[in-house]
């Protein structure tokens, strides 16, 4: 499903009242009676409490308090808007209200005797909101948030920016959410997705082309959008089919991380696994590797590769190798510094580059523009922080837009790992995950990604579609892991051993 800025939606309006004749009052009308259904069947108590703004989305909470009225419902409109600063719409919503016999109240305040034994409707902001909420409205959501009734907010929880979920001064906490059209940003970004509670997507008239326009360009990843990109094992094939991925990994202390991409790459379809490690470490690998082959690398005497092995690795790559995945626990130094650089220039096979590899990349943005073949790096966010030469707290409240503008920058494919994780392309698409969980915040989780995601490239699949699929099944995994593990035990190898799981439920989607 494709996901909207509040000025994406904001054209989707425009277009369908102007271009296809559809009149703002249809719209509305649509709006509240989505709104009312909804609360016709999540609703535990008749009294109901409509907050209303001044704007569009004070007057779709009165439509459907109107609707709400006239199915018995015991309904307290609460206007937070002077007369005299009311939009239209809403105006006109007031005077139609009052009109069904629904009580209509202007204040300033709200008080606890309001909300006591209520469900509330919070209409208060929408989705245009840009300045942060204070004063009397910060009141009003404080006391909300610290009741104990049930909430349901109209297009967006009032204080969530739609374009990055953060909070703008003081936001509801609510338990449900109806948007229309399309989820915005802020529903899925956090804080705002914690903010938002259960989703509920409502199509209130837009029309269908619209709402899939190739010029909307971020969208979620989902089920049934990734199910036909599972590659496809016909009964007549071989390991080479597969391909041959080429993991470079380990350091001394830090062998770990090898074995958790090597193995992540083989349960997920590759047909050939090579781990290359630093040759003084050979020993220590030997006897936990058994479906993988091993390459011995040339080592700087301190279990880390040297600057020597780079020719070992090209060649490797130039003459067996399908996908090179490296930088999972090889450490950093300066002769990672130099490997890295020269592999992204010079490479015959696609990268897939995590840990202490994106680490060991300077100057980013110069070294991946001279790529020779496609990049997938799958930083978190310290990583991105270092790579875009920026702040944690700078990814975090714009991911998306980072994640696109860095991608378009390189020509590499980031798969900005988090929650959620986002994957950006060079052209300026962006995928938001859907699968995952806290329990997956363990050590070698981006590790088992990594694997997973150079096994799908091995497999003759583009960089998009294998950073797509490779998210979610790995979310997925993780999910399936957590529900019979929890999430409080979860650790990185059980992500592996629920990836056949993941892929069997996928295929039955």
Do not use: W
């Not at 606890?112 to 469900?119: K, R």
């Not at 523009?369 to 714009?398: C, Y």
């Not at 696109?404 to 938001?432: D, Q, W």
Request: charged residues 20%; glycine residues 10%; hydrophobic residues 45%.
């Amino acid at each position: 499903m494709k996901v909207v800025t509040s000025s994406e939606i904001a054209e989707i309006d425009r277009l369908t009242i102007q271009k296809l004749g559809v009149s703002q009052q249809v719209l509305m009308e649509r709006a509240g009676l989505a709104i009312a259904n909804k609360v016709k069947e999540i609703a535990p108590s008749k009294k109901i409490v409509v907050l209303c703004g001044s704007g569009n989305n004070g007057g779709d909470g009165l439509v459907a308090a109107r609707e709400l009225n006239s199915l018995g419902f015991k309904i307290s409109a609460l206007v937070f808007a002077g007369k005299t600063k009311l939009g239209q719409a809403c105006k006109l919503q007031i005077k139609i209200a009052e009109s069904f016999g629904v009580a209509v109240e202007f204040r300033t305040k709200l008080q606890n005797s309001d909300l006591h034994g209520a469900f509330v409707i919070d209409a208060l902001f929408g989705t245009g909101l840009s300045r942060p909420i204070a004063g009397g409205f910060a009141d009003v959501i404080s006391l909300i948030n610290k009741s104990s009734a049930p909430v349901l907010s109209v297009d967006i929880p009032s204080g969530i920016s739609a374009d990055t979920g953060q909070i703008l001064g003081s936001a509801i906490a609510a338990d449900y959410t109806v948007t229309f059209g399309l989820p915005k940003r802020g529903h899925l970004l956090y804080p705002g997705a914690e903010y938002t509670g259960k989703l509920f997507v409502e199509n209130i008239g837009f029309p269908s082309k619209l709402l899939m326009s190739r010029s909307l360009f971020v969208e979620t990843v989902e089920a049934c959008s990734v199910k036909d990109l599972l590659p496809e094992r016909p009964r007549c094939s071989y390991k080479s089919d597969y391909g041959n991925i080429l993991v470079v990994a380990g350091s001394k202390g830090k062998t770990g991380a090898a074995l958790l991409t090597s193995d992540a790459c083989l349960r997920s379809g590759a047909g050939l696994v090579t781990l290359g490690v630093p040759e003084s470490l050979m020993q220590v690998f030997q006897p936990s590797v058994k479906e993988a082959m091993t390459l011995s690398l040339s080592d700087n005497g301190q279990g880390m590769l040297s600057s020597k092995t780079l020719d070992s690795i090209l060649n490797f790559a130039a003459h067996k190798a399908d996908v090179l995945a490296i930088g999972p626990g090889i450490g950093i130094s300066k002769n990672t510094n130099n490997i890295l650089s020269e592999l992204i220039k010079r490479s015959p096979v696609p990268m897939v580059i995590d840990a202490d590899g994106l680490n060991s990349i300077i100057s980013a943005e110069r070294v991946l523009n001279k790529a020779k073949s496609p990049i997938i790096l799958t930083p978190h966010p310290g990583e991105m922080a270092r790579l875009t030469e920026s702040s944690v707290a700078a990814i975090e409240k714009n991911r998306i837009d980072v994640a696109v503008s860095f991608s378009k920058k390189t020509g590499s494919y980031i798969v900005l790992k988090g929650v959620p994780t986002v994957v950006a392309t060079p052209e300026g698409r962006a995928y938001i995950n859907t699968t995952g969980n806290a329990g997956m915040a363990t050590a070698g989780s981006g590790d088992v990604l990594t694997g997973i995601i150079a096994a799908l490239l091995g497999q003759t699949m583009n960089p998009e579609d294998a950073s797509v699929l490779g998210v979610f099944l790995h979310g997925l995994a993780g999910d399936l892991a957590a529900d019979k593990l929890g999430e409080h035990s979860l650790i990185a190898s059980d992500i592996i051993s629920f990836i056949p799981d993941a892929f069997i439920s996928l295929s039955k989607q």
